[in-house]
Each structure stands twice: as structure tokens, then as C-alpha cells.
């Protein structure tokens, strides 16, 4: 077991595909057997780790970013959060910042998070839901479950940190926050956001 799996190419490879830190990248790749997909994994699972200890640490620095988009007609605003002025100035943070401002202007999202949905609205779509599928002839228990599947679509509709990324929709934007706090080492979270668009 001793014997060194991963190859410079593949640790260089997943840094940039991750920016993971050498040593980090290096262990996944040992860890998987070389099988980049699986230490890709494992760096995603270590990376939510962390975020979930850091999660609890104060974000009292950062930057509020505006986007503007159709000749002036559509804007938004993003205050996007870490613990370190010297991390709110970096490149990658910067540009996280930039990148959900611009999502916000084209996805236009109604909530922050699923904990700022009011559970009044939560429980009316669940209901809607669950009797529309009742009324196509579907039993309570499968009723119930096209009423998740479709709540969870509703969240990616309207809930920021749930939606697809405008730019690759296999990543959320909670991934994008949770790959830069992972690279920073920081707590880094979406404060808020406001989107303005003329007629509206």
C-alpha cells in the first residue's frame, strides 16, 4: 500500500479542476486509486466537511458587487461575505461575487435560502402539488412523493443558493460558495441580493 498512485499530471490536473492544495489533491488520488473521478469525490466530501466547521465562524468582511445587463434594463446587487479583508480582495472571490451577481440578474431569484421561504408558501406548493397529482389518479404515498419532486423543482426555481448556475447547470450556487470557501479556507456566504428591472 506504500507505493505513490498519483502522477504529477493528475494531481496538477485535479488542483485546477478543485483548487484543492498539492498535498490535498495528492492524498484523494492515493486514497482512490488513482481513479481521478473517485478522488474528485473525496475532495468534495472533505471540502463540505470543512465548510460545515467553518460554517459557524464570523463573515464580517467582503464585497457588495453590481451587475448590470440589457443596455441598463436589468441590475443586481450581491453582498457576498468572509472572515478576512485579505480574502475579500483575492481574484477567485472577486469573481464569485461577479458571477452570482449576473446569475441573480438572469435567474432572477425570489429567496436567499430555503430557511427564508415563509412555511405558509412551502406548505400551499406541497399541497398544490400533492393534489394535482392525486387528481391524475395517483395514490397518497406517490402523491407525496411527485409533491417532493416538484418542491425541489420550485426551490431551483425561486431560491438562490438552489439554483443551477447559470453557466454550468451542474453545479449549484451553494458548490461555487462552498469551492471558494474550500480554496480560501474561510467562511464565505451570500449575505443578500436585491435584483432591479424597469417595468418591474
Known sequence: MGTTV???DDIKRLREETGAGIMEAKRALNEAGGDFGKAKKLLEQWGAAS???RAGRTASQGVIEPYIHGGGQIGALVELDCETDFVARTEDFRNLAHEIAMHVAAMNPRYLSIDEIPEAEAGEVRQRLRDEAISKGKTAEIA???AEGGFKKYLE???LLEQPYVRDDSKKIK???QEVATKTGENVLVKRFTRYQIGL
Open 6 to 8: 498519483a502522477s504529477i
Open 51 to 53: 465548510a460545515a466547521k
Open 175 to 177: 458548490q461555487l460558495v
Open 144 to 146: 407525496d412523493r411527485v
Open 157 to 159: 426555481q425561486n431560491v
